[in-house]
């Protein structure tokens, strides 16, 4: 019942006692605002010392496992609490078993756990909690709420698919390049024999030549370098068709994954940039948002988190030898669609920032014209592009028509299945 509903009752029983002159209402005035005193005291008091510690098993994980999550409920408070709800939240779409939710009694000093398990059947950046408290009058004329100050973030991993073969026509993306410019060696590229100069290392020096000619001889390396990819992933939320979205956008997470990991494997240069959002950012100023005490610091809130979307990529910088794939794994569990920057802008804003020897491979769902008008520039200035059209058919072959001119590789992505061999089409 509002303060408003009790105000009118209290005002019309005054009336009826002052015109009718009846003792009745009188009393009946008392003993209502008696109950409201008594049940606005034991609603602001009831949720007073109820405190909870959580406690998760993982903070990490890989499509499949399970958290086991317990949060212990106590009531410090030297007064009964006559009820209490608790629920812990749970992200929709992610299934669990056991109490994560409970309405009770909880006597003076008593602990009460709550333990439950989630199955993590999709990747992402699952907030697990905080644990919501309700509770008030025994009359239930006063309801207070509180979200809990805590939660736990698991980061589950996108699926990998294992790469088998990589063939994308003659110059590959992914692969050994020689150069014109003598830079460095590649000590995994033996070009031939020589004498032993002064100076060189011990790990140089070939023992078999040595050995057999009784003089030193040292290995000389070919000058060679090795191209990796920048993996580039369309999530601009306004370029994936409604029908079925869901599918499609994860099965670019898995190429994308599963393209990071080959290169990574053959001990190349790989990076990652998308235009689409970071989960973790939105899941804190969620958090602060059930904090919200008043409709005004609620308001405030929404309005910083307006400013705070600022239009940039998500990025992880290119490095050799997978040192970032860690990193690159998380930055795709916590990826979401976003309306943002389109593909075209987002490369155009960047193009001074990507790296030549690196070439670049774009999974997008659609190649607009503006898009294919960014790969032309891009080939122009020398890198090296192959296009990825997720689970669209005509758009894959609107590409390959569109590209074809521009020497560009366009594969059709279905299913996960398509990526254990990828294998360049004749455009």
Known sequence: MTTTRLAIIIIVVLLLAYLLRVGFFSFALYVLLGLVAVSQLMGR???????????????????????????????????????????????????????????????PFQRHQLRYTVALSRRGYHRLGPLVLESGDAFGLVRRFRAGHSAHYVTVYPQVVPITRYELMTRRPVGEVRVRQRMYEDPTRLAGVREYARGDPL??????????????????????????????????????????????????????????????????????????GDAAPRAREEMEELQATSRRQLERLLAERDRSEALRPVEVPPRKAGANLLEIFETLARLELQPGLSLAQMLMSEYNRLPRDAALVLIVPQVPPALVQTIARLKTAGFVVSVFVVLNEE?????????????????????????????????
């Open 203 to 276: 790990s140089r020096i070939h023992w078999k030549a040595t050995a057999k000619t009784r003089r030193l001889h040292s290995k000389v390396y070919d000058h060679s370098t090795m191209i990796g990819a920048n993996i580039v992933l369309d999530f601009d939320e306004r370029a994936w068709a409604e029908d079925y979205r869901f599918y499609r956008s994860e099965l670019a997470i898995v190429a994308a994954a599963s393209i990071a990991n080959y290169i990574a494997e053959q001990k190349q240069l790989v990076g990652f940039i998308s235009n689409g």
């Open 45 to 107: 008091f009831s949720l007073v010392g109820i405190r909870h510690e959580r406690h998760c098993s993982v903070v990490k994980a890989r499509i499949g496992d399970t958290v086991t999550m317990r949060t212990e409920v106590v009531n410090d408070k030297p007064l009964p609490v006559l009820w209490v709800l608790m629920d812990d939240q749970v992200p929709s779409g992610l299934s669990c078993r056991g109490e994560r939710g409970r309405a009770m009694l909880m006597r």
């Open 395 to 427: 758009e894959h072959l609107m590409a390959r028509a569109r590209l074809a001119q521009e020497g560009v590789s366009v594969f059709h992505l279905t299913r996960e299945a398509d990526l254990s061999v990828l294998a360049i089409q004749t455009i």
